[in-house]
Nanobody
């Protein structure tokens, strides 16, 4: 069973920054595509960004230019650097490992953007 543990969420003012981390127990972490998703109250979970094994990235339109996904294979960790945060970025952020046969999820970390 693969475990994913997110951290780095919190309360930040509009315009501020946060860096989320997701540490995994996956033994072959480097071969998997990793993703960040978020779910705001009353809304469906949505894709924020992904990073493939070769480092290719993909972003939701709402994240382009403000969020950066990256990975450290040695630490088996994926990051989401978020800048110029907006109130509409408020959500629980989840890390996903795309394992081919099945996907694995973390428990989520709350990000609240408010003054």
């Amino acid at each position: 069973q693969v475990q994913l543990v997110e951290s780095g969420g919190g309360l930040v003012q509009p315009g501020g920054s946060l860096r989320l981390s997701c540490a995994t127990s996956a033994s072959l972490f480097s071969i998997y595509t990793m993703g960040w998703y978020r779910q705001a109250p009353g809304k469906q979970r949505e894709l924020v960004a992904t990073v493939t094994a070769d480092g290719s990235t993909n972003y939701a339109d709402s994240a382009k230019g403000r969020f950066t996904i990256s990975r450290d294979n040695a630490k088996k960790t994926v990051y989401l650097q978020m800048i110029r945060l907006k109130p509409e970025d408020t959500a629980v952020y989840y890390c996903q490992l795309r394992g081919g046969v099945r996907n694995f999820w973390g428990q989520g970390t709350q990000v609240t953007v408010s003054s």
